[in-house]
């Protein structure tokens, strides 16, 4: 009986042994597909205008003056919850001088260097780029909730490690992503240039929004973050500027996004 027991017990041994090899074979299959789902959406490069896009998931966050943070004007405030239902890609740095030159031939800036970020454009000049390389400006709620890399706080990092403002910047612009990225993988959101976002420029209200797009008209169009002539209180997540007010020269860029 007890040789029964020990053929029953091997036979089933043998039985299970080669439906678990196959079942570790599937999931490690699938592993790997996700896995390499995962990597290529990541990251993509445009064939167009050959610069790094960065792949931003869906999600919800407080837009506006972040909680605790004494620097915000009145423009960033009522903070207000905001859902940004679709993922989306954005730049992984700001469009630079090369990248310009490329798709339009010809290069604005006050600032020469192919990896410098190309400033001195319009609001026009940079919606014309986006619509070239089959993509468009972000809206002021993307840019910002990339801007944020998961984070809450004015800022992902010390000024310094992140940004180039007037502190730090000796006076002109920087090649782009020489400081630190945010948790998104997203270089010089903070400072370098401010950057030109979709929308007209407009009042923030208290009411929860979703995947907002900003006023349907208006008389300015909306930017953000700081940019190298900016002091460090502009150098937050949250900060906001429009086409109205004086930057000094050679401070707009922007960056593309698409669904």
């Known amino acids: 009986m007890g040789a029964c027991?020990?053929?029953?017990?091997?036979?089933r041994g043998r039985l299970w042994l080669p439906i678990v090899a196959v079942l570790v074979a599937v999931f490690a299959w699938q592993g790997a597909e996700i896995s390499h789902v995962?990597?290529?959406?990541?990251?993509?490069?445009s064939r167009i205008d050959g610069l790094t896009y960065i792949w931003i998931p869906r999600g919800a966050f407080q837009m506006g003056c972040s909680p605790g943070d004494s620097e915000c004007s009145d423009d960033e405030k009522p903070a207000h919850p905001v859902t940004i239902t679709k993922g989306f890609w954005i730049g992984q740095t700001p469009v630079t001088q090369a990248a310009y030159s490329k798709v339009v031939?010809?290069?604005?800036?006050?600032?020469?260097?192919?990896?410098?970020?190309?400033?001195?454009?319009?609001?026009d000049d940079a919606k014309a780029y986006c619509d070239r390389v089959q993509m468009?400006?972000?809206?002021?709620?993307?840019?910002?909730?990339?801007?944020?890399?998961g984070t809450a706080g004015a800022r992902y990092g010390p000024p310094d490690r992140i940004a180039w403002y007037n502190d730090n910047a000796q006076s002109m612009t920087h090649d782009v992503a020489l400081k630190q990225a945010n948790a998104f993988g997203v270089y010089d959101m903070l400072g370098n240039v401010r950057e030109w976002v979709a929308d007209w420029y407009g009042p923030y209200d208290a009411t929860a929004a979703v995947d907002p797009k900003g006023p349907s008209?208006?008389?300015?169009?909306?930017?953000?973050?700081?940019?190298?002539y900016d002091s460090s209180e502009i150098a937050r997540a949250s900060s906001r500027s429009n086409n109205g007010g004086g930057c000094g020269p050679a401070c707009h860029g922007f960056r593309c996004a698409a669904n």
């Open 5 to 11: 027991r020990l053929c029953a017990h091997m036979i």
């Open 38 to 45: 995962a990597a290529h959406a990541r990251t993509k490069v």
């Open 105 to 123: 031939g010809a290069n604005p800036s006050t600032y020469h260097g192919a990896e410098l970020p190309v400033e001195e454009v319009t609001w």
């Open 136 to 149: 468009r400006l972000p809206t002021e709620a993307e840019w910002e909730y990339a801007a944020r890399g």
């Open 217 to 228: 008209t208006g008389r300015f169009r909306a930017a953000h973050g700081a940019s190298w």
